[in-house]
Structures are given as structure tokens and as C-alpha cells.
């Protein structure tokens, strides 16, 4: 499957990416090892959006907080 998620990175040309507690795009609470994913720095905040794409090698589903009705699916 493909998955996107947006990302503050600070070096975009950077090899490789490791993320934890990223905010997840589309369905991201299914993202496992082996999906595509695209990785967009945001360009709310000044990135220059798309910056990569690659094959997810590990992810972890980070529990929701208690008291929030709609929260965001988050990954590492």
C-alpha cells in the first residue's frame, strides 16, 4: 500500500529518515514494513512540500491520548 505523511524534517536530502510520533495522511494507521511512503515537508510552515518517497523498514502505532474525541493516527 501507499502512505503519505507530512513532516517537519531539517534535512531533506538527507539518506535516510527516521520519524516518531509523526502525524500520519490517508489511512495511516495501516502503514506497515514494505509500504511506499511519501514524505512532505509542509509547506504551511515554509517546506518545499514533496521530498521523498521510499519503502517503510519498520512502524509502530503510538496509542491516542485519553480525552481527545478525533485525534490524528501517529506512527514511529
Given at each position: 500500500m501507499m502512505?503519505?505523511?507530512?513532516?517537519?524534517v531539517s534535512d531533506p536530502w538527507a539518506e535516510t529518515f527516521g520519524f516518531s510520533a509523526q502525524?500520519?495522511?490517508y489511512g495511516?494507521?495501516?502503514?506497515a514494513?514494505?509500504?511506499t511512503i511519501f514524505v512532505f515537508a509542509s509547506e504551511n510552515q515554509g517546506g518545499p512540500g514533496l521530498i521523498a518517497s521510499g519503502v517503510v523498514?519498520?512502524?509502530k502505532a503510538i496509542a491516542k491520548k485519553r480525552g481527545i474525541a478525533r485525534q490524528t493516527a501517529r506512527v514511529s
Open positions: 502512505f503519505a505523511i507530512k513532516a517537519e502525524k500520519t495522511m495511516g494507521k495501516h502503514i514494513k514494505g509500504d523498514t519498520s512502524a
